[in-house]
């Protein structure tokens, strides 16, 4: 029990460190952003447990240059990765 409540405690810490320290780079670094290009799609249901698949158009989205998001804006290999799935209505 002793061991799994280091390993925990050692395990958090460095999730704050390493949140920290990205933080503090991105700060330094003039808080750095980029604008990446999304083809938005959209799933709408239809009868017969079908979905179709329409284009809502390519928009800029402003993302952060980091591990975690930071200054409101989200980090750009995540806007990379939820870019490719459609917003289901």
Known sequence: MKILRSI???FFISAIVLYLGDALVFKLRGNPTSSITVNQLIAVPLKGNKT???SNGIIAVTCARSLFPQG???PCWYVVQIQKQPTKY
């Open 8 to 10: 925990l405690l050692a």
């Open 52 to 54: 179709e698949y329409d």
């Open 72 to 74: 409101s804006w989200n």
